[in-house]
């Protein structure tokens, strides 16, 4: 048996341990890419895992996440859960109207030259020399544009938070996905925080409700959540797994307090925060995502946020295997979360039905 296939095997197990057998069925009879769902790439793309091109390519220069990602992947001694896969090459461009993005591109794009990456001059160019793709571009109103040149190449792509600046767009994506069969995965790093497996482990029981929190400053160009509470809404669904049903939000100008209402009667709620620890310019602290599990056995605190190199693990394994850690359905049912706290917040705090079909 590939290592791969033993990992994919154990990363099943630990996944189902997240959510009661109920859910886990629903899961599996919804059309996505989630792991553990369908069990090999070929019974849905049509292609056979894994890759054999290590050769990485970024969209966007205009995030952290981008040089992050380059240095550990670069480095001389680069861990062997990375495979051997190298960014090559960048396409810097992100952002044409936010400022803060705008104005990291040209010191960012020295930082990954500096570690051996050929910045070309277009999207094109670029997957003529890679054999994957890190969308990185922190502008969700690009990902739609750009995620489909990528996928129409077959080249495999992570798409950073948010997938996308609406549902709608969301949906076009995966359904590109499907058309080009060529996989995608979407996520937050904090979807790995500390604490994580040991829920899917099954150490605190059934899952039976959960509270998160994460900064949720706000960009005028994005929906309120999708900026920076996507952060602390994708650790509530690591958690909580798909089922939500109704969104209600409370927001004031410093806070929004989000609650969701499982299918099954469990309560999960987002509380994002614009003061306090942090300034709106300044850096943001580990400690200032984290959350609280509440299970059969036992409750959970969840640890601080330690970096992006479990996230970039994962985004290795599926350029490997073609398989999203992530169920498509749940990517959906994210964005739904976060447009139907929209709603809520225009209806004065109004409970908000979820439909992620429509």
Known sequence: MLKSQK??????????????????????AVAGTGLGIYGNISSLYGKSAPL???????IGLDTSHSV????????TNASSVYKGYKIVAAYPKGSHDIITSVERI????????????EIVPSITELLNKVDVVLLETNDGRLHLDQAIQVLKEGKPVFIDKPIASSLREAREIFTASKKYKTPVFSSSS????????DIRMGKIG???????????????????????????????FAIMGTGCKKVTRIHTKSTDVVVGVWDDGRLGSFRGTRNGNYNYGGKIAASDFGGTVFGEKA????GEFKGYDPLLEQIIMFFETGISPVNQEETLEIIAFMEAADESKDKAGSPVSINVSH
């Open 7 to 28: 990992y994919f095997n154990k990363v099943k197990i630990d996944f189902m341990g997240i959510y009661n057998r109920r859910n886990f069925i629903k899961m599996s």
């Open 52 to 58: 054999t091109g290590k050769r990485v390519g970024i």
């Open 68 to 75: 992050a990602f380059t240095k550990t992947l670069n480095a």
């Open 106 to 117: 040209p010191g960012y794009t020295e930082d990954v030259k500096k570690m051996g990456v």
């Open 190 to 197: 904090l979807r790995y925080i500390t604490g994580i497996s």
């Open 206 to 236: 059934k899952v039976l409700g959960a509270e998160t929190f994460s900064p949720a400053i706000i960009e005028k160009t994005h929906r309120d959540l999708f900026w920076y509470g996507i952060h602390g809404v994708e650790l509530l």
């Open 299 to 302: 409750n959970l605190t969840l």
